[in-house]
């Protein structure tokens, strides 16, 4: 004879007991929980745009933020963003220490417009003191600080980093490779640093495993020279520099 147990009792200790009780929030709760992010979501993309929505042609720049103050990488990060403002560009930045805080130092140095798109971390990030007042945002969300990033950015920038840097790089790479966004110059400075990488891409991704098209390369540069840089990015738009559509779908 079948045997139907009472639905009050699911969960409770003792024989014939099915499913463990959930600990924690009920699945309605979760639902409103994730309702609500999606404002946050949505006020981090509103304030970025706001941001943003006045400033001229821009260079995004990553790198590590354990490059100390007087090495040979934020000397070469600060002449960058010194560079780069002088030729006109807004200079964007991750808005931590190190290479960020190089670049953004350069750039405000040269009366440029120095912009810090700052991550939230448990670490407790703070931003640089380099960042004009009016053009610093803190995100909760990395995909949101992604978007600001390439949505405004006529190149991208990456000096010696760590995991952060390879995400923001091969996510630019991948967008511009997939069609989401129009492409510009990904340029990866310091060639002793960056070259084995790029080799791997080449030889191993390209060549030996046909992973990936020629085209997919025609985009990336190797460069140690911060005027180098500069004459890439400059020929790169050729015929002036223009909004591109955002990465947004």
Known sequence: MARYEDSSKIGEEGPGHSLPRRTG?????????????VFKIMAEFVSGFETMSETGPAVTVFGSTRVHGGSQEYLLAEKLGRLLATEGFVVITGGGPGVMEAANKGAQGAGGVSVGFNIKLPNQQSPN???????????????VRKVMFIKYAQAFIALPGGFGTLDEVSEAITLIQTGKSERF????????????????????MLK??????????????????PEAVIDIIKAFYADGYGPRPSPLP
Not at 210 to 220: A, E, K, M, N, T
């Open 185 to 204: 110059p990904v340029i990866l400075m310091g060639k002793d640093y960056w070259d084995g990488f790029y080799r791997w891409i080449r030889d191993t």
């Open 129 to 143: 003191r380099y960042i004009d007042h009016d053009k610093l945002v803190s995100f909760q969300y990395f995909f």
């Open 208 to 225: 030996e495993k046909g992973y990936i098209g020629q085209d997919d390369l025609d985009f990336i540069y190797l460069e140690d020279s």
């Open 25 to 37: 929030v009920s699945r309605e709760s979760d639902f409103m929980i994730d309702g609500w992010r």
